[in-house]
């Protein structure tokens, strides 16, 4: 009883940790603008290609009045960006991020990151590896993505999406024991992310460079 006291305890740590990185997310430790070449839902595609995807409910308006300026602003900066193309490599984006941090793959989430966010994932997995547990979650469904905020800085665009999901999620020990949360509860989840492109460059990808808890 105490080995599985001290389990669970070890798990909320690390469940406190990705809430440093991800923003909270309870219950699991947890185009105006897209370049027409290569934008960010391409190389999401082909990562998890063969992979079934979460169902996805489209949002009744997917841009709120307060980044209408911001995508005009990276639209008239960039002639390719368009901004349905851009939301629906961002969804694309979210699903592959989380899978690659549940499985603990650092390499598949270089590219996809900023050098903050990267380091910030990439030490939680780390922390999670010491510890001898492994995340068995599974995105259930997307449920609303939304483009929240937009803005074009020194040529330096950026985006927030809010995404609200549904994530089933278990932490298990080196043993495969459950220590912590149940894939057959799906837990509510609300994020925002942020991505970032220097609109002139020659790479056609956006990073992303920021998560927080979407209220």
């Known amino acids: 009883m105490l080995g599985i006291v001290l389990l669970a305890m070890v798990a909320g740590f ?35 290609e063969g992979q079934p995807a979460a169902a996805t409910v489209a949002a009744d308006n997917p841009v709120e009045a307060s980044a209408a300026a911001g995508l005009r602003a990276i639209a008239a ?11 629906e490599g961002a969804t694309s984006a979210y699903r592959m991020i989380l899978e690659a941090y549940w499985r603990g793959d650092s390499e598949a989430l270089k590219p996809l990151t900023g050098e903050h966010v990267f380091e910030a ?17 599974r995105l259930v469904t997307i449920d609303k993505a939304v483009i929240s905020a937009a803005s074009l800085e020194n040529r ?7 995404f609200d999901a549904d994530i089933a999620a278990v932490t298990r020990d080196a043993d495969g024991k459950v220590v912590a949360g149940s894939l057959d509860d799906a837990t509510p989840t609300h994020d925002a992310w942020t991505f ?5 460059a020659g790479d056609p990808n956006w990073l992303l460079i920021d998560t927080d808890e979407s209220a």
């Open 196 to 200: 970032a492109r220097e609109v002139r």
């Open 77 to 87: 900066a960039d002639g390719g960006f368009d901004a349905g193309r851009f939301l």
């Open 121 to 137: 994932f990439n030490h939680a997995i780390e922390e999670r590896k010491t510890a001898g547990f492994t995340l068995d979650n």
């Open 14 to 48: 690390l469940a406190m940790r990705l809430y440093s990185v991800l923003g909270k997310r309870t219950g699991h430790e947890q185009t105006f603008v897209a370049p027409p070449a290569e934008p960010i839902a391409r190389p999401a595609t082909q990562m998890i």
């Open 156 to 162: 330096q665009a950026e985006i927030t999406v809010r």
